[in-house]
């Protein structure tokens, strides 16, 4: 492990970025690699390696032949090699942050606290090695019977750019607690933080090949990741449209899969609300990573008889905040574009611009993929700007007059990741809450991310839960073990 380390910081600068595979840092089998971009300043990002099937296929057989050992390692041992990735994610916070703020171009408060988030979930899932336990079910008196909860094996984990090492921890440390090896593909553009934290993890004295990590694009070194036979779980976040083309390789190979996808939230501010917080909450909910977050709340639903001054207060703390220090660019010139082209939309689209709608104009983010944070209103549910997920500062402010109309409004989307409920009144909490088709519902607050709280879609938005002791069960698997204690009679048909 340690020839590993010193591998690294000899043979690659920091910012030759390579796979880590069987506790090592090593360059793709074919020597393909590519530099990217900075998305502060439009010039040259890290030289990440490219991966293609051969090195998917070194990694995935590396965790084949670390799996049964690390199934088999003592659970206090586990449990202290995870605490310690923790801790050495502590101990080098703001070399982490300094790696994810050069790949993402994000405010230094926000990568701090997601890289802290990162150390959270290795220290939570730390102390629930021995959680993943079967029960023992009493069938007959002459029978044994109980069940396991058994890893799968190889998982494969494929994360987005957004939250690099928060989504890689959050992802690696249930699976890891759960006794799986893993074997993960950040996104092309975010690639520093995910093999740093393998790095960690190997000097924390994970066993080599228990946690890998191959870097490249989606087309292949992911494809190659999915199509691998001998993963035996999927993790996916990304976008819908990857996940629907992962759903369908894992239908046909019956491989179990957790998707974690998009989301079009609704916000919704009933005329009894705390509005001074709800307005700060609601710029918070689309404006966070520059709005580049599955949870962002971009729909905000407001009731009419508040709607004027309400949406007044939403403007004058969206024009408070400073581009480029309250949140960062948009990650790449694709994704910059992306989001210009949604302005174009809403005015073709016929809805009314408020605010921002085009790049802030300092020297300083001249060169950056930055944008303003941008409201609309006048906004029809039906209309483009309000179904599809722009992943991008923007927010559409649609009117409702009663409490069923805001429901049906929160519920005609295809997306099903968050609601957000702001009200004084306690029934209608209930209520609301039940009746908004989402994973996930904040009443008077917005995404207060604890690790312990399980998280995942509905609908478009996905399906398995991340976070909480919930995602121990989606990394595991459950056998039933029926043992006779004599010769008895069968009890049951057989199935
Ligand atoms: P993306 O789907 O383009 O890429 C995600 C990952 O999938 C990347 O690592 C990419 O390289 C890989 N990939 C791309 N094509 C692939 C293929 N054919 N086979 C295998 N892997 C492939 O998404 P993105 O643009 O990186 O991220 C933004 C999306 O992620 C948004 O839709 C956002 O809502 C979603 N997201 C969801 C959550 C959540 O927890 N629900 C969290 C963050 C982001």
Redesign the pocket.
């Known amino acids: 492990m340690t020839d590993a380390l010193t591998s690294v910081r000899i043979d690659a600068p920091v910012d030759e970025i390579r796979h880590w595979i069987n506790g090592r840092a090593v360059p793709s089998l074919s020597g393909a690699h590519r530099v990217g971009t900075d998305p502060a300043t439009g010039g040259p990002g890290a030289d990440v390696a490219l991966g293609t099937a051969d090195d998917v296929d070194a990694a995935v057989r590396a965790a084949c032949d670390a799996a049964w050992a690390w199934r088999k390692i003592a659970s206090a041992d586990r449990a202290r090699i995870l605490w310690d990735i923790g801790r050495l994610i502590r101990r080098d916070l703001d070399e982490l942050v300094g790696l994810e703020i050069r790949d993402t171009g994000k405010p230094l408060e926000s990568a701090r606290a997601e890289v802290r988030g990162a150390a959270e979930y290795f220290e939570f899932y730390a102390g629930l090695v021995n959680l993943p336990a079967g029960d023992i079910i009493d069938v007959v008196p002459t029978q044994h019977v109980y069940t396991l909860r058994e890893p799968y094996g190889v998982v494969g984990v494929?994360?987005?750019?957004?939250?690099p090492i928060n989504?890689a921890a959050r992802a690696a440390a249930p699976a890891l607690a759960a006794s799986n090896v893993i074997v993960v593909?950040?996104?092309?553009t975010t690639s520093r933080t995910t093999t740093a934290l393998a790095r960690l993890a190997t000097e924390a004295g994970i066993p080599d090949g228990v946690f890998n990590v191959v870097l490249g694009?989606?087309?292949e070194a992911?494809?190659a990741?999915?199509e691998h036979p001998l993963i035996r779980k999927l993790v996916?976040?990304?976008?819908?449209?990857?996940?629907q083309?992962?759903g369908r390789v894992a239908a046909d190979r019956i491989l179990p899969l957790t998707l974690?996808?998009?989301?079009k939230s609704a916000n919704i501010v009933f005329e009894d609300a705390d509005l001074d917080f709800a307005a700060t909450e609601a710029v918070r909910a689309f404006t966070t990573n520059a709005g580049?977050?599955?949870?962002s709340g971009t729909r905000l639903l407001v009731q009419r008889s508040i709607h004027d001054e309400f949406v007044r207060a939403v403007v004058d703390a969206t024009e408070r905040l400073r581009v480029g220090e309250d949140f960062g660019p948009l990650i790449t010139r694709d994704q910059y574009e992306t989001v210009l082209s949604y302005f174009d939309i809403a005015q073709g689209e016929g809805a009314t611009l408020v605010t921002g709608g085009d790049r802030p104009t300092a020297d300083t983010l001249e060169d950056g993929f930055y944008v303003n944070p941008t409201i609309y209103t006048q906004v029809d549910n039906s209309m483009r700007i309000a179904r599809e997920?722009i992943?991008g500062p923007v927010l559409v402010v649609i009117p409702f007059d009663t409490e069923d109309e805001a429901i049906a409004i929160a519920n005609d989307s295809d997306f099903g990741?968050v609601g957000g409920v702001w009200t004084e009144d306690l029934s209608r909490t209930l209520r609301v809450s039940e009746a908004i088709e989402a994973g996930q519902i904040y009443v008077n607050t917005w995404s207060t991310a604890a690790v312990q709280t399980p998280?995942?879609?509905q609908k478009a938005?996905?399906y398995g839960r991340?976070k909480g002791i919930e995602a121990l069960n989606h990394y595991t698997q459950l056998k039933s073990v029926t043992i006779s204690l004599g010769p008895s009679r069968a009890v049951q048909a057989v199935e």
């Open positions: 494929i994360t987005p750019w957004n939250l989504q593909k950040p996104a092309e694009k989606g087309s992911g494809s990741l999915v996916f976040t990304g976008s819908v449209a990857v996940g083309s992962i974690e996808l998009g989301g580049q977050v599955c949870s997920e992943f990741l998280f995942g879609g938005s996905g991340e």
